[in-house]
Structure formats: structure tokens, C-alpha cells
């Protein structure tokens, strides 16, 4: 569900909205495709889904309309985009369309509260998380022919929040909220550690905060993970996460680098922290038309994860310049 009615004012223009049904159209030449137009100039569209990446370019599309926004203006995707696996949850589904249906227009809906929290916590355990599994690849580029690196794997958490709590507003930058992910993320690590989830895996990354890499749910997967995975799964931190807890910090990447981890950090951390101290393995960054005009900009070459690599000009541009990795639309999954 395409909700129009959530476009920030500097997107909300015409060719905006154009833009954003565009992402969205290409769903419609899929298996048994049919789109619906709700009020407020929502748009839904159902089809057969043959594999999990059906979605990925549309959101990708999506993601680059939103990109154009200031970071002070940022707004998550899971504002703009409500996703359901259906029949599973219809339910949900149902209750979004009767509390936005009946709401005023303007209304906003009570957030996250403590007692909220504590029932979606009870209800992780027994949640099917599988349709908000985002995964990419990350291909290595030094190669005359790229070839896949590892999965970079994530939980959609805006739209699992909500589907979890459908018709409530949702802070991303609420201590709440934080607390919710922290939740999550620890679920999908003990499901992770399950001998099942395991068999077969290849190399993966996972965003991960300080407290989940040393909580019982980490130390579980890592006695779990096959000594063929070792040294092949990397941990995504974020320069926010790390700040507020320096110090465990500091414990948790010696754990993880001394178990075999490699640690990933987005380069967007660059103005609030010393890369070279934090002690990463690994910098993300995203291919922007700037950094290509000024390649100074770039941190360590040789530790660099370029992102938005989305076709033979950008890739040929990070191969002139030494970076190893890169995700993006030039590497379909």
C-alpha cells in the first residue's frame, strides 16, 4: 500500500506523486497483479509473489525519491510504503484501513506506550517475520567479474512496527521504539541460531546493536554457528549506537573480531566519530553524483562498501578507484 497522503511537503508535488507510482507500477506486470485506488489518493496493489525480491527495485525506486530529502528532513520508507503477506495478515491489514478510513485528516494516532511495548514483545515469539526480511547482495568488484560477497540482510522494523501495531503513529527516534528493535533484533538472533535457519547459509551481514551482541541471544548464535560460517558473518553498528555506549562498545568489538566477526560502519558516521579509532572492518558508503565529482571524499579505499552501484558507469567509476565491495541495482539478485 502506496499511502500518498504520508508525503513529506518537499515530495508531495505533483511529479512527485507521478514518481512514486512509477516505483510501484512495475508490480502491476506481475502473477495475477491487481491495484485498488483507496481515499486519499492511496494506491494498493496485490499480486502473487514468486520470490522474495519482487519488491526490492520498487522500494529501491522508492528509497531514491526519498533520498533527495535533507537528512534533518529524513523520512523512513516504512512511512510511505505498508507491506502485507497475505492471507497471514489480513487481519492487519483490515485494521489499517478502518483506522486511517476513519480518521480525520491531520489525526495522529497515539504512539508507542510502555503497555503497547510489553504486548508486542509477547507477541514476537509466536510473529512470522519472514515478509519483512530485506535482503541484497554485496558483490566483490575486484574481480574481472563480480561475484557475490555476502547477503546484506535486514528487518524492515518501521513497517514490522506497523503491522505489529497497525493505526499507530510511530517515533523512530523514541526510547520506545528503540527498546521494540532492541526486542526484535534479539528474536531474529535466537531464530537465527536454530540449526534449520543455519543449514546451507553463506556468507551474511546484520545489523546489530552493542546490547544484542552481548546478550545471551548472540552468545547462543555463536555457539550455533558452523565452523563453515565462521569468519564469514559480518555485524552492522551504527555511530549513534556506539556513541551512547562507548565503552561496551570497545568490549563488543574485541568479542566479535576475537570470535572471527568483521564489523561494518556507514561512512555517514564520519562526522561524529574517528573511523580509524572505532577499530571497523568495513565503511559504507553511498554513491552519491558529489562523492563521484570528488573522490577525496572517500575514506580507506581499500575497507570501502560502495552503495547505489546501480549501473556499468558507477561500477566501472568504483573499480577506478579501488573499493572492493559494492551493492546496487548493477547487481541484480
Not at 495522529?108 to 517475520?129: I, K, S, W
Amino acid at each position: 500500500m502506496l499511502h500518498m497522503d504520508r508525503l513529506p511537503p518537499p515530495l508531495a508535488k505533483p511529479h512527485h506523486q507521478r514518481l512514486a507510482r512509477t516505483a510501484l507500477a512495475r508490480l502491476q506486470d506481475l502473477d495475477h497483479a491487481q491495484s485498488f485506488e483507496l481515499s486519499r489518493g492511496r494506491l494498493a496493489i496485490v499480486w502473487r509473489s514468486r520470490t522474495a525480491h519482487d519488491i526490492d527495485v520498487a522500494m529501491a525506486d522508492l528509497g531514491h525519491l526519498l533520498s533527495d530529502l535533507p537528512r534533518s528532513q529524513a523520512v523512513p520508507l516504512g512511512q510511505l510504503v505498508s507491506l502485507f503477506d497475505l492471507p497471514a495478515q489480513a487481519p492487519w491489514l483490515l485494521d489499517v484501513l478502518d483506522n486511517e478510513g476513519l480518521a480525520a485528516p491531520g489525526t495522529v494516532h497515539q504512539g508507542l506506550d510502555p503497555p503497547l511495548l510489553e504486548h508486542l514483545e509477547q507477541l514476537l515469539p509466536n510473529a512470522d517475520l519472514s515478509p519483512f526480511v530485506r535482503s541484497r547482495p554485496v558483490m566483490d568488484i575486484a574481480r574481472a567479474t563480480p561475484v557475490p560477497a555476502w547477503d546484506d540482510r535486514s528487518i524492515a522494523l518501521p513497517e514490522l512496527a506497523s503491522a505489529l501495531c497497525p493505526g499507530r503513529h510511530i517515533d523512530e527516534s523514541s526510547v520506545l521504539f528503540r527498546l521494540l528493535s532492541r526486542s526484535i533484533e534479539r528474536y531474529v538472533v535466537a531464530q537465527s541460531a536454530a540449526p534449520r535457519a543455519l543449514s546451507g547459509s553463506h556468507a551474511f551481514a546484520v545489523p546489530l546493536s552493542v546490547a544484542t551482541i552481548l546478550s545471551p541471544a548472540f552468545l547462543a548464535f555463536d555457539a550455533a554457528l558452523p565452523a563453515g560460517l565462521r569468519g564469514h558473518v559480518l555485524l552492522k553498528l551504527s555511530a549513534s549506537d556506539i556513541l551512547s555506549d562507548a565503552s561496551n562498545y570497545l568490549f563488543a568489538r574485541d568479542f566479535a573480531q576475537a570470535r572471527g566477526y568483521r564489523l561494518i560502519l556507514p561512512a555517514a558516521s564520519t562526522g561524529l566519530l574517528d573511523i580509524a579509532a572505532t577499530g571497523v572492518d568495513l565503511i559504507e558508503v553511498m554513491l552519491t553524483v558529489g562523492l563521484q565529482r570528488d573522490a577525496g571524499m572517500l575514506p580507506d579505499r581499500s575497507r570501502l562498501i560502495l552503495t547505489c552501484v546501480d549501473d556499468g558507469a558507477a561500477l566501472a567509476w568504483a573499480r577506478m578507484q579501488g573499493c572492493p565491495f559494492a551493492a546496487g541495482m548493477a547487481f541484480p539478485a
